[in-house]
């Protein structure tokens, strides 16, 4: 009987453990705790707080710490116990928190930006402190010193960052939807490449070292993921959310992808199989199928007497053809379309039904999402948003069950 009573039925969808409420503004960031019951949470209201779960199961926060300026970003190293806060006025704050977790001191402050503060990454082996920010720049200071080590500059706000430890290789996003790969120097750098694919500014991105692999999400709702060991530049295109893609976690061991998106959308995507690339689109003058020209082929519409048709291209092919040629729509997940696409006719009568089922499940986290942090050891999942609300997820029941149960239950 008691069994009975402790055994929770795996809904195969994600599990909301807690909600946390308190901050007066959007909050920018949540990171869990690892191996602790706790939060750390940065907010625009300039607060940066650490949120303990006492006996009754609520959330207190053991620490509330005002800022000069709205908190913008975060990173928490926990073996050290050091916190990084980006500020909205370009500066980042250190701070080393107590071993109970309820103490927080002051460390040093880095005068990284000349603006807000987009994303931070702290390297212990090399202490390096790196950064990107609305001042169109990354930058990687030491954190032993304090002072600036080199600058790198873009044509457009860096948005997202990640950063390979070993080979000092920093991934960077930017508003004009580019991905710029460097190599960092102790007072230099070098652009390795730079990576094109999206319609939307970059919004987040994820760096898989084992596989090494690019997941980048974008303002254009769709997900790209970057083969950067096979050196292959654009693979996969994923197209499953309705809205632009603010946060997304590779998790190895399952070979899933978390993706969360502002409308509170939250998606897990199989990886963990042999993926189609989509083509790139073909350029013609007329119909690839029916061969009418299109409105600017005015030779081929002289000689033919008949009116210009519209553009279009398959999305399974990638051949230019006219809306009468691709009146069908379909979707097609092992090429990434969740949503159903337009497609050829020809194309269309070729998918079978079992090649329409999703490889992705999709859930609903009700409120806005801006940003998300797994602790993958537990298969625990934080999000946060503009709606000032933090969520606790188990993610568990979607992500594997070789993963660790959620939180303690004390």
């Given at each position: ?82 916190i990084f806060v980006g500020q909205d006025n370009g500066a980042i704050m250190e701070f080393h928190i107590s071993e109970d977790f309820n103490k927080m001191n002051f460390v040093k402050t880095y005068p990284a930006h000349q603006n807000r503060v987009s994303a931070i990454t702290f390297c212990l082996a090399s202490e390096w402190l790196i950064s990107t ?278």
């Amino acid at each position: 009987m008691a069994a009975e009573i402790h055994s929770r039925p795996q809904s195969r969808r994600p599990v909301l453990l807690s909600k946390v409420e308190g901050h007066q503004d959007a909050v920018s960031a949540a990171l869990l705790i690892p191996k602790e019951d706790g939060i750390i949470t940065a907010g625009e209201d300039r607060t940066i707080r650490v949120w303990l779960k006492r006996d009754s199961g609520q959330y207190w926060p053991s620490i509330y710490h005002t800022m000069a300026s709205p908190c913008s970003a975060m990173a928490y190293h926990h073996d050290s116990r050091r916190i990084f806060v980006g500020q909205d006025n370009g500066a980042i704050m250190e701070f080393h928190i107590s071993e109970d977790f309820n103490k927080m001191n002051f460390v040093k402050t880095y005068p990284a930006h000349q603006n807000r503060v987009s994303a931070i990454t702290f390297c212990l082996a090399s202490e390096w402190l790196i950064s990107t920010g609305h001042d169109k720049c990354i930058s990687w200071m030491c954190t032993r010193s304090g002072s600036m080590l080199g600058r790198h500059y873009f044509t457009s706000w860096a948005s997202c960052l990640q950063y390979d430890h070993e080979t000092q290789h920093a991934f960077v996003g930017d508003y004009s939807g580019q991905i710029t790969l460097l190599k960092l120097e102790q007072n230099t750098c070098s652009v390795i490449t730079t990576l094109k694919g999206h319609e939307g500014s970059i919004t987040s991105l994820w760096w898989d070292p084992v596989q090494r692999l690019l997941f980048s999400g974008a303002s254009d709702h769709s997900i790209i993921m970057w083969d950067i060991g096979g050196r292959k530049g654009r693979t996969l295109l994923l197209q499953g959310h309705h809205d632009k893609v603010q946060a997304i976690c590779y998790i190895q061991l399952t070979r899933q992808l978390v993706s969360c998106s502002a409308d509170g959308g939250i998606a897990v995507w199989n990886m963990d199989i042999s993926r189609e690339e989509a083509p790139q689109w073909l350029e013609s003058d007329s119909c690839q199928k029916c061969e009418q020209p299109f409105f600017w082929n005015i030779k081929q519409m002289w000689d033919t007497k008949t009116i210009g048709l519209r553009q279009h291209h398959c999305r399974k092919c990638g051949q230019a053809v006219c809306g009468k040629c691709s009146t069908k729509r379909s979707s097609y997940p092992i090429m990434g379309f969740e949503f159903q696409v337009r497609v050829c006719d020809s194309c269309f009568e070729s998918i079978k039904d079992e090649d329409r089922t999703s490889l992705a499940t999709f859930h609903e986290g009700k409120h806005n999402i801006s940003h998300m942090s797994m602790d993958i050891s537990r298969g625990l999942m934080v999000t946060c948003g503009s709606d000032r609300i933090v969520k606790i997820w188990d993610m568990t029941p979607v992500v594997g069950c070789s993963l660790a149960t959620g939180f303690s239950s004390r």
